[in-house]
């Protein structure tokens, strides 16, 4: 099948090369030059484990190709695939410029029964608006789809290609034909292709994100109630989790969830839902309290040290919002970057993928970057673990006290056990469980 996706970013990439690698023609198009040149030259400008190989095969196959004239493969595709952002607005709401112009390309150049796909995140209702837009421009027959995407950053490729389930709004037996083709390779272990009106289609994304970030906040409360009542928040994760209505997915509490999707999609659909007249109060609550939970980490070191951090030196473990990717977006290391060093202290950061974005877009020279995580700590007066990174997780504990000016850790991401600190000679501040302080190690 030809396929065009308009959008080089995150979905884009992955929905293209992914796609490319089960034998379809894709064309993935992008404003941005610079981006295109690396991409036709191989040069990969994210972090994702696996893409590289998809897209060097797509490319020497002639599978794949990139441009920055997507009308080229809007004229001949079968499919296209929208895939642009859709940041936020200044009222919160998801940005459709992207998506609009998108749309405009396509009315002016589509193919008779061509199959419009919306990749992007999207309110509901923006498939009708695209559609409309489209036909304005276009006097032939097409047909809408709304596909959300459902990908893990840093597992991205393998939930593409082995998806738990896949969502398609569709309003037409065309669409649902085509989406049934492309995706019959990647669902034949028997994972649902789930059909629906595109409207729920465009929910269904918002909805999960929404219940998602739902359970990391009230984990994240839960954990503080376990510091004021000595309640150990992983046991009481364990005994939820084991529960087969809730399951153990998404309840580990830390420093907040970050990244391109969360943050952004709770704010948009509370917002989206208040012009409907709806008010989610559990939501506002959820992102309030995500907001609150990004500085738990400062707010510990303050309890610690004081108010005044100036003179203070901290090593910062991680930098993405999580592991396994080099996304910086909305992530909580920093909050805890800036919280510090309006402080008065100097932060020293090591992350093994996000340093060139953290140093490029989002903290510049604010803080200063590590070779490796091991020199992060020279003269640190503590440890500041924010990402749980696998290479963190097993550290050389003779290097860590020889290293560092003062045997102090803060665990956002409850990485080690306190009674193994203690025993270590470390004071040990985690998120929700047994706090090691100096008295416990004199």
């Excluded at 796609?19 to 981006?35: I, M, Q, W």
């Excluded at 994240?220 to 510091?227: K, S, T, Y």
């Excluded at 994760?237 to 969360?262: M, W």
């Excluded at 309006?342 to 590590?370: I, K, N, Q």
Aim: charged letters at 25%; hydrophobic letters at 40%; proline letters at 5%.
């Amino acid at each position: 099948m030809e396929i065009t996706v308009i959008g080089t970013g995150y979905v884009g990439l992955v929905a293209g090369s992914c796609l490319a690698g089960s034998g379809n023609r894709v064309t993935c198009a992008d404003v941005d030059e610079e981006k295109i040149r690396r991409l036709n030259s191989g040069d990969v400008p994210i972090y994702e484990p696996g893409i590289e190989r998809l897209i060097s095969e797509g490319l020497a196959a002639g599978r794949l190709r990139f441009t920055t004239d997507a009308t080229e493969g809007v004229r001949t595709a079968d499919a296209i695939f929208v895939a642009v952002g859709t940041p936020p607005g200044q009222d919160g709401l998801a940005d459709l410029d992207f998506v609009l112009d998108a749309a405009r390309v396509i009315g002016d150049h589509l193919r008779p029964g061509a199959v419009v796909v919306m990749k992007s995140t999207v309110p509901v209702g923006t498939s009708e608006i695209v559609r409309a837009e489209i036909a304005r421009r276009a006097d032939l027959p097409f047909h809408m789809c709304s596909n959300p995407e459902f990908l893990k950053e840093g597992d991205a490729v393998g939930d593409f290609l082995y998806p738990d389930r896949v969502v398609c709004g569709v309003d037409s037996d065309r669409a649902r034909r085509c989406m049934e083709e492309l995706y019959e390779p990647f669902i034949r272990s028997g994972n649902p292709l789930i059909f629906m009106d595109i409207a729920s289609a465009e929910l269904t994304k918002y909805a999960a994100n929404a219940m998602l970030a739902a359970r990391i906040g009230m984990m994240n409360q839960f954990a503080e109630l376990c510091e004021q009542t000595g309640a150990d928040i992983e046991r009481v994760r364990r005994g939820v989790g084991s529960d087969p209505r809730i399951g153990s997915a998404f309840l580990y509490a830390g420093t907040g969830y970050g990244g391109s999707c969360l943050p952004k999609d709770v704010r948009a659909i509370i917002r989206s839902a208040k012009k409907q007249g709806v008010d989610l109060g559990i939501l506002k609550s959820v992102s309030e309290a995500n907001d609150r939970q990004t500085t738990v980490l400062v707010r510990k070191i303050r309890q610690r040290f004081g108010d005044d951090l100036t003179g203070l030196r901290f090593a910062l473990w991680g930098l993405a919002f999580k592991p396994r990717t080099d996304d910086m977006r909305e992530a909580p290391s920093r909050a805890v970057a800036e919280g510090l060093r309006e402080r008065g202290a100097s932060v020293v950061a090591h992350d093994p993928a996000a340093m060139e974005p953290s140093r490029e877009f989002y903290l510049g020279d604010a803080v200063e970057y590590a070779a490796n995580e091991y020199e992060a700590l020279d003269g640190a007066d503590a440890l500041v673990v924010v990402t749980e990174w696998l290479q963190y997780r097993r550290p050389d504990w003779s290097q860590l006290a020889q290293r560092m000016a003062r045997p102090i850790v803060f665990d956002g991401r409850n990485v080690f056990e306190p009674d193994r600190m203690a025993s270590r000679g470390f004071e040990h501040y985690p998120v929700g469980r047994r706090q090691i302080g100096p008295a416990e190690i004199a």
